[in-house]
Antibody, heavy 122, light 107 residues
Framework: QVQLQQSGPGLVRPSQTLSLTCAISGDSVSTNSAAWNWIRQSPSRGLEWLGRTYYRSKWYNYYAVSVKSRITINPDTSKNQFSLQLNSVTPEDTAVYYC????????????WGQGTLVTVSS | AIQLTQSPSSLSASVGDRVTISCRASQGISGALAWYQQKPGKAPKLLIYAASSLDSGVPSRFSGSGSGADFTLTISSLQPEDFATYYCQQFNSYPPTFGGGTKVEIK
């Protein structure tokens, strides 16, 4: 059974960097079939896909256009986890952030982390 | 990006009712659609993928249908634990996108 455990601060100051980590159990971040995603949810934007990382003989990353200039998703093979960094945050980045596994060879999300409410406020 | 429009945005129903939720895509997505259930304070839970395939452990009262641009989620006999918000998601093309949700409330 795959489990995703999120960690990171719930309050970030404007213009600072939002950083979250998603620890994986029951699968490997280096798997050649699944992909590892970050998704956020807010009342104004609904569910919004942010980006993903995956390994297919080398590492690939894809990001949403809306955050492409500010986002980095990194795998950490030594700890079997992946992370999200979102730079230069504003109050509009306030949301519940989820990590999720993209099902092997498909494009839907079959396992989710518990969610982290991140508030951007001074 | 492909837009998904769900209708209705909310509905009130009683235990035992048959409930249908619609999801329309802004362009054809073949059968690349998933449905999720979300309860307050929890992450979305996968119910159906590939338009009509039930995820493991999901009760058989849930079913999905459709292809192209029009899809439906049906709950054949609503149970107390089914009161939640339901989302569709397309994975035909990048970026993956979600519908705005349908909240199922107790009548």
């Amino acid at each position: 059974q795959v489990q995703l455990q999120q960690s990171g601060p719930g309050l970030v100051r404007p213009s600072q960097t939002l950083s979250l980590t998603c620890a994986i159990s029951g699968d490997s971040v280096s798997t050649n079939s699944a992909a590892w995603n970050w998704i956020r949810q807010s009342p104004s934007r609904g569910l919004e896909w942010l980006g993903r990382t995956y390994y297919r003989s080398k590492w690939y990353n894809y990001y949403a256009v809306s955050v492409k200039s500010r986002i980095t998703i990194n795998p950490d093979t030594s700890k079997n986890q992946f992370s999200l960094q979102l730079n230069s945050v504003t109050p509009e980045d306030t949301a519940v952030y989820y990590c999720a596994r993209e099902s092997p060879n498909w494009g839907f999300f079959d396992y989710w982390g518990q969610g982290t409410l991140v508030t951007v406020s001074s | 990006a492909i837009q998904l429009t769900q209708s209705p945005s909310s509905l009130s129903a009683s235990v035992g009712d048959r409930v249908t939720i619609s999801c329309r895509a802004s362009q054809g997505i073949s059968g690349a659609l998933a449905w999720y259930q979300q309860k307050p304070g929890k992450a979305p839970k996968l119910l159906i993928y590939a338009a009509s395939s039930l995820d493991s452990g999901v009760p058989s009262r849930f079913s999905g249908s459709g292809s192209g641009a029009d899809f439906t989620l049906t709950i054949s006999s609503l149970q107390p634990e089914d009161f939640a918000t339901y989302y569709c998601q397309q994975f035909n093309s990048y970026p993956p996108t979600f519908g705005g949700g349908t909240k199922v409330e107790i009548k």
